[in-house]
T-cell receptor, first 106, second 116 residues
């Protein structure tokens, strides 16, 4: 099956800092999604981005499908950004990376 | 839009009993629904895929007789954990896709199952 690698595994930020999370995948995909899992376990859809660039407020994402990677940018981080960020890709099923745990300190 | 609900959010049951978890798409008709399992501090693993009115497709290693999935309508799928044992304790999350050329999945809030 398709392999999904996320880096870094853990990220500690000071409030107001910017950061980049990376997702590498091993094969062509139909779908790529970024999620934020909050402390209660709810997966919040951030981006549906099989290719191209999208922005939503302080978050933006870029997927370069031909090079099999995607980047999630968090700008001016806030404590509410803390949590686990998952990248998931789909060939015939949605496969999740191991996640990046982000901690934003006030 | 694209809201998925799950019920219950948390359930504790005794070993040997069965537990049913409901997944509903509230504001759209879901062509396909999915069930995932997440162990503490781990990622999500797909258990099965279900389409309305047809049998679920289970991932390798998932016991279909233990995890019964019914997708009775375009807005409701249920997962029944039969004869539950402590090792079935986990966080179960459903998702739904409304098709029409989009692969995007929308996730429910999850159900935390504890088997004593």
């Amino acid at each position: 099956g398709i392999q999904v690698e996320q880096s870094p595994p853990d990220l500690i930020l000071q409030e107001g800092a910017n950061s980049t999370l990376r997702c590498n995948f091993s094969d062509s995909v139909n779908n790529l999604q970024w999620f934020h899992q909050n402390p209660w376990g709810q997966l919040i859809n951030l981006f549906y981005i099989p290719s191209g660039t999208k922005q939503n407020g302080r978050l933006s994402a870029t997927t370069v499908a031909t090079e099999r990677y995607s980047l999630l940018y968090i700008s001016s981080s806030q404590t509410t950004d803390s949590g686990v960020y998952f990248c998931a890709v789909e060939d015939y099923k949605l496969s999740f990376g191991a996640g990046t745990t982000v901690t934003v300190r006030a | 839009g694209a809201v998925v609900s799950q019920h219950p959010s948390r359930v504790i049951c005794k070993s040997g009993t069965s537990v049913k978890i409901e997944c509903r798409s509230l504001d759209f008709q879901a062509t396909t629904m999915f069930w995932y399992r997440q162990f503490p501090k781990q990622s999500l693993m797909l258990m099965a895929t279900s389409n309305e009115g047809s049998k679920a497709t289970y991932e390798q290693g998932v016991e279909k007789d233990k995890f019964l999935i019914n997708h009775a309508s375009l807005t409701l799928s249920t997962l029944t954990v039969t004869s539950a044992h402590p090792e079935d304790s986990s966080f179960y999350i459903c998702s739904a896709n409304f098709g029409r050329g989009s692969y995007e999945q929308y996730f429910g809030p999850g159900t935390r199952l504890t088997v004593t």
